[in-house]
């Protein structure tokens, strides 16, 4: 995950397959044709048909929640480059295959299969890092299960190239669901198999120059298809619509591997980086991880996660949305999810960092739009945390201690904000710097709380609620600066409400008030 993903998401492509009990002809992109039987599924509420799907209904879990943590972890953070490592060692131009050369030698023999081995996690500690977690406010921790490049984080029973078998030879999934459950946190895994076998063709290229001219990477050694894929004789078009292949063969694939990842873990939340992939066999998939929900919990306590941009289908009468590194204009009538990152996707040296101040402002803008928030938290390839990320941590304990209130189970009040600055809206579009008088507003029963993005000083003036005035007729009785006992003088006038503050703040980063109504 990169912006330069946006270079290649684009319309949903038609990659129908034949479900309902009977088989039906596809024909591949190479021009064979093969049956395809139904995909087996948990029988339940749910079909794979958008029909049966539309009757869901996010959550109160994921609703309440609002944080949550992500390990977007594995092989591609040994070297150390960033993101889409896998991907761009296999680019000649690009940073990271200099980088890859001069480290570890020519791609044509030296390739992704040779880094796998170094990602070792010798010092993940699931228990300690999940404890840090929900320190610091989060409500649910998601692991990373497969990236793009094709290698399984579990005991994968349809892919040798996993993380129990090679590399840390340890499952990280089932290290991180243990923990995860252990500290009361709901679990969630992500998937980014859809995209793998476009995303990663450059593999099975070559060199467009001296002394390497011709020589084919490993990609193209037929030993390797199992982690590279069989698709060196496919037309390839770096094109926004092939994010997702058309290939029946690697539909099935799919399928079996994600079930298997839902069927071993048994997550509350599944993330797909794009669109629900594959047309019927996407919809099978979902329809089974709901199902198997509803058998395991009697009612349906799963979240799907996907994006309404780019490939795949989207709808919030089956999924909720999610928006890579942005956030929403307004209010959202569904519960949705910005999913964002402290640093790069995967561990970069050379790497810049959000600051506390920059997550705790994100929160609270997407909370108070009716959204959660799922941070990446930057970790090494050997599992310890980079100094950024152990400082993040550490910082947002206290302020959620003090803060949470205003956070965890609220709702959003009839707007969600007021300030001089315009936030960005969309994907790739949260570059926004606030200023301690842009407030943002939730809600818990009668209660309304404002926050602050950023350290207010002197006075908070918030003009939403001037008496009288469109939100709310009743007058302010009390107000109350969490983090600190008692109530706090304030002042409601025809032009605003007035908070007079303590010279001493309880908190860093923002301040939160809670304010009731006679």
Known sequence: MTLSKREVLGAPLAAAVGLGGVSRAVASPRG??????????????????AQSLAGYRAPD??????????????PQAVPG????????????????????????????????????????????????????????????????????????????????WNAVAMGPKRDIVGAW?????RRGLRF??????????????????????????????DGADPRYADLYH????????????????????????????????????????????????????????????????????????????????????????WAVQDVERGVLKGINPHPWQTDTSNGDWF????GTYKTTDEVVAMLADVVSKNGNLLLNVVMHADGSLPAESDRLLSDLAPWMAAN????????????????????????????????????????KGDTLYAITLGMPQGQTVITSLAQPNPHERRRVRSVRLLGRPGEIAFRQTGQALVIDLPAVLPTRHASAFAIAFA
């Open 81 to 160: 480059q960033g993101d889409w490592y896998a991907r761009f060692m296999y680019v000649p131009g690009h940073p990271h295959y200099d980088h890859h050369v001069k480290t570890y030698g020519h791609p044509s023999t030296s390739g992704y299969k040779d880094i796998i081995p170094l990602w070792r996690a010798e010092n993940f500690d699931p228990d300690a890092l999940a404890a840090r977690y929900a320190a610091a406010g989060a409500r649910y921790l998601v692991s990373m299960g497969v990236h793009h490049d094709n290698f399984d984080l579990w005991r994968s029973k349809h892919q040798r």
């Open 404 to 443: 949470g209130e205003a956070i965890h189970a609220t709702r959003p009040w009839t707007i969600y904000g007021e300030g001089p600055t315009a936030a960005a809206a969309g994907a790739f579009a949260e570059k926004t710097s606030y200023t301690p008088r842009d407030i943002r507003f939730t809600t």
């Open 230 to 317: 069989s698709n060196r004789d496919e037309p390839f078009l770096n094109t926004p619509a092939s994010w997702y292949t058309t290939n029946p063969d690697y539909h099935a694939l799919w399928f079996d591997r994600i079930r298997d990842l839902i069927d071993s873990y048994q997550p509350d939340l599944l993330y797909s980086d794009g669109g629900l992939p594959f047309g019927a066999v996407g919809r099978s998939l979902l329809a089974h991880f709901y199902n198997s929900s509803m058998a395991r919990n009697g009612t349906l306590e799963a979240v799907y996660n996907c994006k309404d941009t780019g490939s795949g289908a989207f709808s919030t009468d």
């Open 347 to 350: 561990f970069d040296r050379n």
């Open 32 to 49: 064979r044709t093969s049956a395809r039987p139904t995909p087996a599924i948990m029988p339940g509420r749910f079909e794979s048909t």
């Open 177 to 181: 669901k243990a923990a995860a459950v």
């Open 188 to 217: 969630g895994v992500s998937e980014h198999l859809g995209a793998s076998y476009s995303w990663w063709y450059p593999n099975h290229l070559y060199d467009q120059f001296w002394p390497k001219l011709g020589v084919a990477y």
């Open 61 to 74: 879990w994921f609703r309440d929640a609002k944080f949550g943590i992500w390990a977007h972890w594995g």
